[in-house]
């Protein structure tokens, strides 16, 4: 069985889109394709950013862990504090960091539909050319 990881995905996504801009006039499905990618390219982004911050929370869980072992009565309380202080900011700091993302990800669906009607356009233009082109 493989295991996709974000940054697999990462440098997929970042391929698929180098690929689809590759051509000196990329059409409009290549344009499309490239900006799905760009799209996986930040989920990616966030996955990764996602488990740093999960690692993070486990390290720092059982450093208290560890710290509150060896911590007694009031010692104890403190880091309990201390400690909730901390996940609460880290809770701040995640839900801050997921509504970047989901800012990025409506702007990025804004492009999309920009570049989607781009391509309309440029197909329509195209098109008319082609007709010109065989009526002279």
């Not at 974000?6 to 499905?29: F, G, N, V």
């Not at 450093?63 to 060896?70: A, D, F, G, H």
């Not at 996940?87 to 999309?112: F, H, K, P, T």
Request: proline fraction near 2%; hydrophobic fraction near 35%; aromatic fraction near 0%.
């Amino acid at each position: 069985m493989c295991l996709v990881t974000p940054q697999a995905t990462l440098d997929k996504a970042e391929t698929i889109r180098r690929a689809a801009l590759a051509p000196a006039e990329p059409s409009s499905q290549d344009r499309q394709v490239a900006s799905q990618a760009v799209l996986m390219t930040v989920e990616a982004r966030a996955d990764i950013q996602q488990m740093q911050r999960d690692e993070l929370t486990e390290k720092a869980q059982d450093e208290e862990s560890s710290e509150v072992e060896k911590d007694s009565g009031n010692e104890r309380l403190e880091a309990d504090k201390k400690a909730q202080a901390e996940q609460q900011q880290e809770d701040v700091e995640q839900n801050n960091a997921g509504a970047d993302v989901q800012v990025l990800n409506e702007r990025l669906s804004r492009i999309q539909a920009q570049i989607l009607e781009i391509s309309q356009i440029d197909d329509k233009v195209n098109s008319k050319v082609n007709l010109l082109d065989v009526a002279t």
